[in-house]
């Protein structure tokens, strides 16, 4: 599975982005995306994830009413809508993939088989 994200960037506290991970190779081994996010100097969090059926989402407390997490199923992407951004929601965003089946576990970075490399977003005024 290869995994492509893209569209971050910097926007002002407040302002919105949509990131886009798209997903090729062996993506019918593909049970659930998921995005997370790294600050400087702290781990990788659990940011949001969704099975690829797209009947079930998942979302870190800290993003619950800002952030949709969708996915386009004829283009095989996963977006991650991001609204009402704040100071602390500046990191790199990474998508993943997981065969698991295991929803449990969507939350956990170590849950996850494939990444992609990453797009940075940054919350300034």
């Known amino acids: 599975v290869q995994l492509q994200a893209s569209g971050g960037g910097l926007v002002q506290p407040g302002g919105s982005l949509r990131l886009s991970c798209a997903a090729s190779?062996?993506?019918?081994?593909?049970?659930?995306i998921g995005w997370f996010r790294q600050a400087p100097g702290k781990e990788r969090e659990f940011v949001a994830a969704i099975t690829w059926s797209a009947t079930s989402a998942y979302y870190a407390d800290s993003v619950i009413g800002r952030f949709t997490i969708s996915r386009d199923n004829a283009k095989n992407t996963v977006s991650l809508q991001m609204n009402g951004l704040k100071p602390e929601d500046t990191a790199v965003y990474y998508c993943?993939?997981?065969?698991?089946?295991?929803?449990?576990?969507?939350?956990?970075?170590?849950?996850?088989?494939?990444w992609g490399q990453g797009t940075l977003v940054t919350v300034s005024s």
């Open positions: 993943a993939s997981t065969s698991s089946g295991n929803t449990l576990y969507y939350r956990k970075v170590n849950e996850y088989h494939y």
């Open positions: 190779g062996s993506i019918f081994s593909i049970n659930a």
